[in-house]
């Protein structure tokens, strides 16, 4: 990803998404309403978070699922992982969980893979300031959802 983009567009856009994400309820636009923040911490430190949006075509979009570098390979993934599929079990029952992440993310897509995902979708990903990476799209479908969220 070009660092321009890094640093300009890229945060600013971050910053008005998360703006709208974090507005009450009746100030968010169609798609993030509903949307689930699940965080991770210890203390006053913020380790990792995932964010959920349920979708309009039955799906739940994982928009969102980050862990501080420095907390990497501790397990912060895979509970925020199996908090999130339980969060789509529980409230969403029978709809599967989806996510898009670059396909040279590579400890990320061995991350999905390794926690059952399935890749199944391949694409560009176009970005704002018009250029585009590979993407793979991996999916949780409802039993392995509830498999993983369980433990089983």
Same mark, same amino acid.
């Given at each position: 990803?070009?660092?321009?983009?890094?640093? $300009?567009?890229?945060r600013d856009q971050q910053a008005g998404m998360w703006k709208s994400? @974090?507005?009450?309820t009746a100030q968010r636009d169609g798609d993030m309403a509903g949307g689930h923040l699940l965080?991770?911490?210890? $203390?006053? #430190? =913020?380790l990792g978070f995932a964010y959920l949006i349920p +979708?309009?075509? $039955?799906?739940? @979009?994982? #928009?969102?699922l980050h862990v501080d570098p420095a907390h990497t390979g501790g $397990?912060? +993934?895979?509970? @925020? =992982?199996r908090h999130a599929l339980t969060w789509a079990a529980t409230t969403r029952p029978g709809q599967s969980v989806y996510l898009e992440v670059l396909? #040279?993310?590579?400890r990320a897509t061995a991350f999905y893979a390794k926690a059952g995902g399935h890749a199944?979708? !391949?694409? =560009? !990903?176009?970005?704002?300031t018009g250029f585009e990476l590979p993407e793979i799209e991996y999916t949780?479908?409802? #039993? !392995?959802?509830?498999a993983y969220a369980t433990g089983h």
């Open positions: 990803m070009p660092a321009s983009y890094l640093d $300009g567009p890229l994400r @974090l507005a009450p965080i991770a911490e210890h $203390g006053m #430190d =913020l +979708g309009h075509d $039955g799906r739940i @979009l994982l #928009d969102n $397990g912060i +993934g895979r509970c @925020l =992982l396909r #040279d993310n590579t199944t979708a !391949a694409r =560009l !990903a176009r970005f704002p949780w479908h409802a #039993d !392995a959802i509830n």
